[in-house]
């Protein structure tokens, strides 16, 4: 989930009545019909069936039709609800050790003969900075990238990796968060190695060489910053 649906999934799960029907089908382990629900939390079938379809929209349950133990009987086949695999994970401001997490473990397993950990781990962040690049290349076909339009399409996927990125001039993006943090307050020189890789990474990706990933670290951000190489 981006950070703005784990947001929506827990307010939907601050009402007292619609957790507790989210956690008794969690703990069913098998589909639950909306009159399972409602017998659980002692409501009406009508009240549950609002409720059980606020959760489906959160993308909390997912919902099909489908006859109790497989039996097949006369009349209309019910309604039933399971949890999704959906992870719910708020962090304001935004943090995404999870990346990291996969750069260092892509590293561990990748790490080549006569590399340290340091260069494994620095060259799969690029290489996953230039997988996200590509593929939004790929989605946009934005053909040659000028300046502008570069730090445009930049900005936006930055901004989706939790980098709260400012335009501070027409030629630059400073990057406002560490989504590593407060990891790279531990090891600042590998994080923001890591950080400086994986940026680079996505401008190559995108084909934006009339930008360019730069360390410029500043109190309280994160220490990369885009800006056009002219």
């Not at 981006?2 to 989210?22: F, K, P, Q, W």
Request: proline letters at 5%; hydrophobic letters at 40%.
């Amino acid at each position: 989930m981006t950070n703005e649906a784990a947001i929506s999934a827990v307010a939907v799960l601050d009402d007292e009545t619609r957790r507790g029907m989210y956690w008794f089908i969690r703990r069913a382990r098998q589909p639950v019909t909306r009159d399972e629900a409602a017998a659980e939390v002692g409501i009406s079938r009508k009240l549950a069936a609002f409720h059980l379809d606020k959760l489906v929209d959160a993308g909390l349950l997912r919902a099909r039709y489908e006859a109790p133990g497989g039996i097949r009987r006369v009349g209309r086949t019910p309604k039933v609800y399971e949890p999704t695999d959906a992870e719910v994970w708020v962090s304001i401001p935004e943090r995404r050790h999870e990346v990291l997490a996969e750069i260092l473990m892509g590293a561990v397993l990748g790490e080549r003969d006569g590399e340290t950990a340091r260069e494994a781990a620095v060259r799969v962040a690029q290489q996953r900075g230039e997988e996200l690049g590509g593929a939004e290349r790929e989605r946009v076909r934005p053909g040659r990238l000028g300046a502008e339009r570069a730090l445009t399409l930049v900005h936006g996927m930055l901004t989706e990796h939790g980098f709260e990125p400012s335009r501070e001039a027409p030629t630059r993006v400073r990057l406002r968060n560490c989504p590593f943090h407060p990891l790279a307050s531990a090891a600042p020189d590998l994080v923001c190695g890591l950080n400086h890789a994986f940026c680079s990474g996505i401008l190559t990706g995108l084909g934006a060489d009339s930008v360019q990933a730069v360390l410029a670290p500043q109190v309280g951000e994160c220490c990369v910053e885009v800006r056009a190489t002219t």
